[in-house]
């Protein structure tokens, strides 16, 4: 595609209920990056898939939370047992593999926990 | 671990003055990204560095890696300047480190 699209772009739902967002990147794009933006704060690392390498996992915030990307390609994040605390702004972003290589980004899906 | 800090938080400017953003990393980087985010929007790259300088429009970014530092300038500023810059940094192929963002409001 043209760009990075994420779906939902806005998603309400109930404390307790499973979630799953959606992102498309760039066509060709071998990195998969998902962060998130709570409100207020700063961006935070989530998890990174690079290639046919194992995922870095390692700014998932618990054990609730789940990644994968099919074929390479689309990422579905996962939250089980949603939380108050996980209502945020969760941003993808995808490259070519390498050193110097420019991040696009999606438009993001805002996530509200009520 | 790749801090990144920028200045200021915040920054209220009139129409047509010079904006600087500023941002400072702790450790060498590979790339270094500056971003907008416009009140309820995705982000946009603005640009991408690794050294010197590049310019779109009244935009102006410059990095020095001695230093580790990076600065953003807006000329001519306008209200549809006003957003969240955000400078982010990776090292190699890891994720990028975020800076807090600087939030800018320019008035008419």
């Known amino acids: 595609g043209a760009g990075v699209s994420q779906s939902p772009s806005n998603k309400v739902t109930e404390k307790g209920k499973d979630v799953e967002l959606r992102c498309d990147p760039i066509s060709g794009h071998t990195a998969l990056y998902w962060y998130r933006q709570s409100l207020g704060q700063g961006l935070e690392f989530l998890i990174y898939?690079?290639?046919?390498?194992?995922?870095?996992k390692s700014g998932l915030p618990s054990d609730r939370f789940s990644a994968e990307r099919t074929g390479g390609s689309v990422s579905t994040l996962t939250i089980q047992r949603t939380q108050q605390e996980d209502s945020a702004v969760y941003l993808c972003?995808?490259?070519?593999?390498?050193?110097?290589?420019?991040?696009?980004f999606g438009q993001g899906t805002r996530l509200t926990v009520v | 671990k790749n801090e990144v800090e920028q200045s200021p938080q915040n920054l209220t400017a009139q129409e047509g003055e010079f904006i600087t953003i500023n941002c400072s990393y702790s450790v060498g980087i590979s790339a270094l990204h500056w971003l907008q985010q416009h009140p309820g929007g995705g982000i946009v790259s603005l640009f991408m560095l690794s050294s010197g300088k590049k310019k779109h429009g009244r935009l102006i970014a410059t990095i020095n890696i001695q230093e580790k530092h990076s600065s953003l300038h807006i000329t001519a500023s306008h209200p549809r300047d006003s957003a969240v810059y955000i400078c982010a940094a990776r090292e190699g192929n890891t994720p990028l480190v975020f800076g807090k963002g600087t939030r800018l409001s320019v008035i008419a």
């Open positions: 898939f690079q290639g046919n390498s194992a995922p870095d």
């Open positions: 972003a995808s490259s070519l593999l390498g050193q110097n290589t420019e991040a696009f």
